[in-house]
């Protein structure tokens, strides 16, 4: 069965009151929840990844940050954070010697990744080599893939090639905001997909609530 993860995030940013809007779904069945690392800082995160813990979930930190030195700060800031994943940056190699020694699961992305909020380039066969050249790295666990956040590539086909080429997670991130894509996505192949500003903007089942959404969003994902 495909992942949800559901991301306090809209627009790439995490929200400000992350820390309430993770208390208003904490009895949804929720298994996953993500942030960026661009928002609150550091010790709010802390405090939500400390309650997300507390209720069950997994805590999945997703670097979108776009220069190097931003990047692994970033990294360094997840191991004291707590976070169980790391998603996405573009400095594979040198973020698993960041995240060396600590037990977090670490997916960066595949293709050529620029711009925030981040957009995916290159052909589907150049992003599904270059994910099976980070999985050879030791430390990397899988990848998160920008499927709908390229412009021209069929999803379906980017999405299959990538998880193909890979034995990790593929987590699918950006842009998911339909039932019709987490079946396509799961057809595909992903371990996994993130919903953030979909959701804050009302555009999924369940609604009008957060919570509703969440709680449509799982029931979803579980029927397929």
């Known amino acids: 069965m ?15 009151d992350a820390r309430e809007v993770l208390a208003s779904v904490r009895d949804t069945g929720l298994r996953y929840v993500g942030f960026k690392d661009i928002g609150p800082p550091p010790e709010v995160l802390a405090d939500v990844t400390t309650a997300a813990h507390a209720a069950g979930m997994e805590v999945m930190l997703e670097v979108v940050s776009t220069s190097r030195e931003d990047e692994l700060a970033s990294l360094r800031a997840a191991l004291d954070i707590g976070v169980d994943w ?3 940056g573009t400095h594979a190699e040198e973020g698993a010697r960041v995240l060396a020694g600590g037990d977090v699961r670490y997916c960066p992305f595949p293709g050529a990744v ?7 380039s290159g052909e589907i ?18 990848v ?5 956040r390229h412009r021209t590539a069929d999803v379906a ?16 991130a950006g842009s998911i905001a339909s039932v019709e894509q987490i079946a396509d996505l ?19 089942p369940g609604g009008p609530s957060v919570a509703g959404q969440v709680a449509a969003v799982l029931a979803a994902t579980a029927s397929l």
Do not use: K, N
């Not at 992942?3 to 400000?16: G, H, N, P």
């Not at 620029?114 to 995916?120: C, N, R």
């Not at 998160?144 to 709908?148: N, R, T």
């Open 2 to 16: 495909i992942e949800f993860i559901f991301m306090l995030t809209r627009d790439d940013v995490t929200v400000a």
């Open 86 to 88: 790391v998603l996405g």
């Open 114 to 120: 620029t711009g925030h909020p981040s957009v995916l």
């Open 125 to 142: 066969d150049d992003i599904a080599a270059d994910a099976a050249r980070l999985c050879a790295i030791d430390g990397v666990h899988g």
């Open 144 to 148: 998160d893939l920008l499927a709908y």
């Open 157 to 172: 086909a980017l999405t299959g090639a990538v998880a193909g080429a890979i034995e990790g997670p593929v987590i699918a």
């Open 186 to 204: 799961a057809q595909a192949g992903a371990w996994g997909y993130t919903i953030g500003s979909a959701i804050f903007e009302g555009r999924l």
